[in-house]
Structure formats: structure tokens, C-alpha cells
């Protein structure tokens, strides 16, 4: 079957870092993508990686390792306001599919 | 710059009601989407239009009807509406190949 992993909910302290992994499973891999979702809002995108290694935008960097079937996102500098629920999705194929993960919820606490 | 616009924001049916979620956008992306979230769920894709002119299934597209007006519009319809698909919707946008997708601000459609 194809799966994506990611872990329901992770805390952190405002200003500090946190990772947020991602491990995949699935029968083709075109990408990784990342989105932000704040509740009772819309996922907006955040990054996407097509090859192995580190993004940087800002104070979010995504990281991708083919061979393992993994990824992160890494937050830096946590603001209050970086509280919301974050999706990976593999795109497996040149079709328009995505495959999602159900969502890291993160906290943030002052 | 509206992005994607949906309507409605909220709707209630009844079991066997039929309605249309009307999704607007102006970005002139190719390729359009209707996904549907449940709490503790990943986003799962209902159809997608990949351009003007053709519409595919996605991973759960039973019970629903799509429509690519033109590049602009893409519309989902209910037939005779089920409690199972009380659901957030939300359409979505892109060029490029869903390698960016631009979400709306979703649709809440609660089905007694």
C-alpha cells in the first residue's frame, strides 16, 4: 500500500526549533511537498522538494532524502502564529495526485 | 487578487438533497482540483480537471459529479447527498503539474 507517516502532534517552546519528519511509502516519487494549515483554514503551500537535500526559505527549511524515503520540515525562530497543522504529500507520478499525510499538529507554547 | 474563490462557505442538506460547490479562479492555472478533509485525515482528492476540457477521478469520487465550465470554473456536484459525505471541500488550483497547489477557503457541507 502507499502511506505517508508523520506524527500527530509535536510541542515546542516560542523562539526555539522544531523538526517535523515525514516517511513515505509509495509506488512512485516525483517530489515532496509541504503545507501549513491553521484551523478552520485552507493549506497553503509551503515547499517542495524534487531532489535529494536542504531548502531554505526564510525561517522554514525542507529536507529530503530519496534513498530513505524521508523528509522534514525544520522551523526556526517559532512565533506563536507558526501554531497550525503541517501536511507533507508525495507526488508519485506525472498525473495531478497527491498523496497526503494526515498532519503533524503543532503547539506552541510561550 | 482573489486567488480561488468557493461558494458556499457553509451548506446543510438532507439525506437525498442534491447541490453544486462552485469553485472561481483567477490566477489562469491549467489545472483545477476538489478535495475533501475529515478530522484526523490527510487531504483525499475527490477529481481533478488537469486542463479545460477534461475532468479524472480521484481517490474517492464516488457519489460526486464534476463540471470544468471553462479555465476559470470548476464545479462539484452532489446527486443525492449522504450523511458520509459531511466533509470540509476545498478546490485547489495549479500550473506546473501540482507541484503548487493553491488552496480556496473550503466549503463545510454537513449532511443529516
Known amino acids: 500500500g502507499q502511506s505517508l507517516e508523520q506524527p500527530s502532534e509535536v510541542t515546542a517552546v516560542e523562539g526555539a526549533i522544531v523538526q517535523i519528519n515525514c516517511t513515505y511509502q509509495?509506488?512512485?516519487?516525483?517530489?515532496l511537498s509541504w503545507y501549513q494549515q491553521h484551523d478552520g483554514g485552507a493549506p497553503t503551500f509551503l515547499s517542495y522538494n524534487a531532489l535529494d537535500g536542504l531548502e531554505e526559505t526564510g525561517r522554514f527549511s525542507s529536507f529530503l532524502s530519496r534513498s530513505d524515503s524521508y523528509g522534514y520540515l525544520l522551523l526556526q525562530e517559532l512565533q506563536m502564529k507558526d501554531s497550525a497543522s503541517y501536511f507533507c504529500a508525495v507526488k508519485q507520478d506525472s498525473n495531478y495526485q497527491l498523496i497526503w499525510g494526515a498532519g503533524t499538529k503543532l503547539i506552541i507554547k510561550p | 487578487n482573489a486567488g480561488v474563490t468557493q461558494t458556499p462557505k457553509f451548506q446543510v442538506l438532507k439525506t437525498g438533497q442534491s447541490m453544486t460547490l462552485q469553485c472561481a479562479q483567477d490566477m489562469n492555472h491549467n489545472s483545477m482540483y476538489w478535495y475533501r478533509q475529515d478530522p484526523g485525515m490527510g487531504l483525499r482528492l475527490i477529481y481533478y480537471?488537469?486542463?479545460?476540457?477534461?475532468?479524472d477521478k480521484g481517490e474517492v469520487p464516488n457519489g460526486y459529479n464534476v463540471s470544468r465550465l471553462n479555465k476559470r470554473e470548476f464545479s462539484l456536484r452532489l446527486e443525492s447527498a449522504a450523511p458520509s459525505q459531511t466533509s470540509v471541500y476545498f478546490c485547489a488550483s495549479s500550473d506546473l503539474g501540482a507541484n503548487v497547489l493553491t488552496f480556496g477557503a473550503g466549503s463545510r457541507l454537513t449532511v443529516l
Open positions: 509509495t509506488s512512485g516519487f516525483y517530489g
Open positions: 480537471s488537469a486542463s479545460e476540457g477534461t475532468t
